[in-house]
Antibody, heavy 122, light 107 residues
């Protein structure tokens, strides 16, 4: 079935980096722009950026520009997000998601990963 | 960035009630408005896309309306499984932005 499976929870110290993965199955990975959304404890959802799986083009929220890098490996149908310079405010569940339709112009997310909890603590 | 404002932030209702949640955008977004349902510890699920289109598999008691800046999500007859937090989201332009959420609780 169509699904996104994310890597497991991680604990990092302030200043460290984390790289999360999101493996797709059940659909043609390179047809879609994979999105990343995070949710801090008790907070609303926050869009971080997308990567176009076909050519690697990226679009970031200005808030995360320079601290977040999105990549993908089409042979493994996997998208990655690296966050550097972690601080306590980055403690959150990070989700990858896929839009309902192919292409980069669709921002309605019909397929979600299960989420990865990243805890930043000294 | 486009700000999305939902009201109310929380709502108590009973099974069988009709409920409406509103969402206002800080600028016009045509019909690029989506609604998600999220249950504790789970990923969000798309309920309504393009303001009024029902996502596949979602019960017909859910409906959406609006365009421009003002939107509503209506649940015609609440069922026990509908108690959750609902988020609106604009997909008119990046950064895509979400409302702060409406927590729907059992009265």
């Amino acid at each position: 079935q169509v699904q996104l499976v994310q890597s497991g929870a991680d604990v990092k110290k302030p200043g460290a980096s984390v790289k999360l993965s999101c493996q797709a199955s059940g659909f043609t990975f390179s047809d879609f722009a994979i999105q990343w959304v995070r949710q801090a404890p008790g907070q609303p959802l926050e869009w971080m950026g997308w990567i176009n799986a076909v050519n690697g083009d990226t679009k970031y929220s200005q808030k995360f520009q320079g601290r977040v890098t999105l990549t993908r490996d089409t042979s493994a149908s996997t998208a990655y997000m690296e966050v550097t310079g972690l601080r306590s405010e980055d403690t959150a569940v990070y989700y990858c998601a896929r839009p309902r339709m192919r292409g980069i112009w669709f921002g309605d997310f019909s397929v979600w990963g299960q989420g990865t909890l990243v805890t930043v603590s000294s | 960035d486009i700000q999305m404002t939902q009201s109310p932030s929380s709502l108590s209702a009973s099974v069988g009630d009709r409920v409406t949640i509103t969402c206002r955008a800080s600028q016009r977004i045509s019909s690029y408005l989506n609604w998600y349902q999220q249950k504790p510890g789970k990923a969000p699920e798309l309920v309504i896309y393009a303001a009024s289109s029902l996502q596949s598999g979602v019960p017909s008691r859910f409906s959406g309306s609006g365009s421009g800046t003002d939107f509503t999500l209506t649940i015609s007859s609440l069922q026990p499984e509908d108690f959750a937090t609902y988020y609106c989201q604009q997909s008119y332009t990046t950064p895509y932005t979400f409302g702060q959420g409406t927590k729907l609780e059992i009265k």
